[in-house]
């Protein structure tokens, strides 16, 4: 058993590796500024520790999602940054975004009108920035309605807008020609502007070349260690999370026999599973049951039997190394969007799911042999060939 064993499952974030990744966006865009996505708690990975070690590395500029999440990023990072939200201002959210001195993103005429006049009515309002939409049809001006916006110099000017911003739809696919056509949407619409700063790309788009970086980029996946791109080959970014499951128990299973909840797996030959602590609640989807997988020192261990709340089993029979209760199984980690893949989703939902139960540690790695390897080459079962991260 291992000395320090306990049965509470850990996410680990390695914030060497996260400076890491900005520090590799910031080379690849040159002058641009790095706005970094915060927003969903930093991709579930903790935004007050991630804010800070991003502020440390030099990162002045954040987006959150809402004006809750910009306050609580506020109390980390102090108040020399920028932190935008990008959902816009709201007058419920009205009291915070003034008190945390938050920078809406303004979406709508709607959201426009509406600042405005919480602007009139304060000294020193907040810039902000105004996001328009060229083909994603999410958040943002449509043409019309931006037309309209543009013309309105007293509008335009009571919201001190510093930056003007649109978002890709496509990006992952550097062929898709929506790429092209929301860049060019983009310079058109801006060209009604008095000059003002202008940022469309998030992570995948950074992969797109110059044209598309302008005076400032938003990634978000690409700092937490998730590849943004279709050929991730082209990615250097290094592993941020992990999520360390405590081996509970082993038992050895006769042939026939069932595991877990409804019996959905029966064990085709004698087996050994490891019964694991973690389970839904801690960010393991029911969806991994029969389907997922883990890994054990590097080899696959998959998810036998439907995942339950709190505990999940997974075959460890051909592990033939360190096999003990106290161990650690490894989820996300290098095999963030193998996992994902396998059970249909991707690796923004992976980590923005993982539970609160979690105990976090941003701590070094230590060394021992609950370490997760993370330096080989890992392929699993069926990869779908993404690149080793380093
Ligand atoms: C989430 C988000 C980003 C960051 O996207 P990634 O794909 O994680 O890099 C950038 N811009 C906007 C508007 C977003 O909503």
Known sequence: MQPSYSTRPTMRVNL???RYNYETIKK???NAKIG??????????????VGRALYGAGCRIFFVATAGEGKILRDSVGPNSAIYVLNGPSPR???VLLGAKLKPVINSLEQAQFWAQVSNSVNEPPYTAIHIDTGMNRLGFDEEEFKEFARDKKLWSALNPEWVMSHLACAPDKDHPLNAQQLAKFKRAAAQLPMTPLSLANTAGTYLGKPYHFQMVRPGIGLYGGYATNTPEQEDIRTVVTLLAPILQIRNINKGESIGYNASYTAPRDMQIAVLGAGYADGIPVLASNKGYATLHDEAVPVVGR???DITMVDITDVHMHKEVGGVVVFRGDQLENEASEIGTINYEMLTRMGQRLRRDYGKPEKSNAQPARQKPFKPSKSSGYQKRR
């Open 16 to 18: 060497d590796n996260l």
């Open 28 to 30: 690849r865009v040159g």
């Open 36 to 49: 970094a996505s915060v927003k969903a708690d930093a991709y579930g990975l903790g935004a007050t520790q």
């Open 93 to 95: 959210d009205k009291g």
């Open 307 to 309: 995942v339950s709340m």
